[in-house]
């Protein structure tokens, strides 16, 4: 985390001097991910073996912190920008990430109980996991493809709307403000329906609002997308841990948990920058629709994925209701 922690705060630092787009690739792109991915992954991997029976709720507080990020850092960093320009801006942004970061990697410690165990590896979770082990990635594949698109264009659609750029940042905070609330009210109601449930359940009324708000060019719709889509998509994100432990097993946790943000990482890949291609250069509502079909879609698919893993983990514990 303190190595990913100086990475990422470069790669910030350093875009306030670029001028160039290999410039922006090298440090925005490159340090950036590398470092942001060594910072995320530990507190990932070592909080869920510390609970058990409230773990859909511990989680939920864990990933809050993404969404509280998200509320505070939308208004903050369009003050700047409107201050300072956006060099430094960037800069300001570096040297705050780099003093949270090295804070929170103090504070994040294996549970006693870890222990390495040789045999437990990659390739002994792909054959142990079987189906379960590509449908499962393949829905954390869709989902993240599908995720960040609302969250990337909510704030240029809101405009088509009327609303103006401020606005738009505003919206992308309160976003983010119900996205974390919600991680926490849902990982207490997963814990006690189960996890499993849940995560099917918020897939599922993602893709539906996204089908039935998003895709209605006006502005009621649109703010109570932004609301429902906020309270259900980042639950999600939260309850991955959770469902993974009680899918493949705590032993399996860390070795699964490569796996599956890897095939995250390559669904975002396909998802904003498709979206992006699918949107008119026109600054109207309907520029969006075909960006809108293709991310219910993949939110669609990844309600059919995790249903199916749901079903299959069902059929090897007796049918139990609670997983």
Request: charged share 10%; glycine share 12%; proline share 4%.
């Amino acid at each position: 985390m303190s190595i990913g922690s100086v990475l990422m705060s470069l790669g910030l630092i350093l875009t306030g001097f670029c001028n160039k787009i290999w410039q922006f690739i090298i440090t925005e792109g490159f340090m950036f991910g590398v470092g942001s991915g060594l910072v995320y992954m530990p507190p990932v991997v070592c909080a869920p073996p510390y609970f058990t029976a409230h773990r859909g709720i511990a989680l939920g507080l864990v990933f809050a912190g993404t969404g509280a990020g998200g509320l505070a850092m939308a208004p903050f960093s369009r003050f700047l920008l409107s201050q300072v320009g956006w060099r430094w801006a960037v800069r300001i942004l570096g040297f705050l990430n780099l003093f949270f970061t090295q804070l929170a990697a103090l504070m994040v410690k294996q549970h006693p109980s870890f222990r390495a165990r040789e045999n437990v590896g990659l390739l002994s979770v792909g054959s142990a996991g079987g189906l379960k082990l590509v449908i499962q990635l393949a829905g954390s594949l869709l989902q993240s493809a599908g995720y960040l698109i609302p969250l990337i264009y909510m704030s240029t659609y809101a405009q088509t709307l009327g609303f103006s750029s401020s606005q738009g940042a505003i919206f992308i905070g309160v976003n983010n403000g119900v996205n974390s609330a919600f991680k926490i009210i849902l990982g207490y109601g997963a814990d006690k329906v189960g996890r499993l449930n849940m995560i099917v359940i918020c897939n599922f009324v993602s893709a539906v609002s996204v089908f039935s708000l998003w895709l209605v060019p006006q502005r009621g719709p649109f703010l109570a997308f932004m609301v429902l889509y906020g309270a259900f998509s980042g639950a999600i994100i939260s309850l991955l841990p959770a469902c993974l432990i009680e899918i493949f097993g705590l032993p399996n946790y860390q070795a699964m948990s490569g796996l599956m943000y890897f095939s995250r990482g390559v669904g975002n890949m396909l998802g904003s920058p498709i979206a992006g291609l699918l949107i008119a250069s026109e600054m109207k509502p309907s520029s969006y629709f075909g960006a809108t079909i293709y991310d219910g879609s993949l939110l669609m698919a990844s309600t059919i994925c995790l249903l199916s893993l749901r079903f299959i983990v069902g059929s090897e514990n007796r049918w139990k209701i609670k997983m």
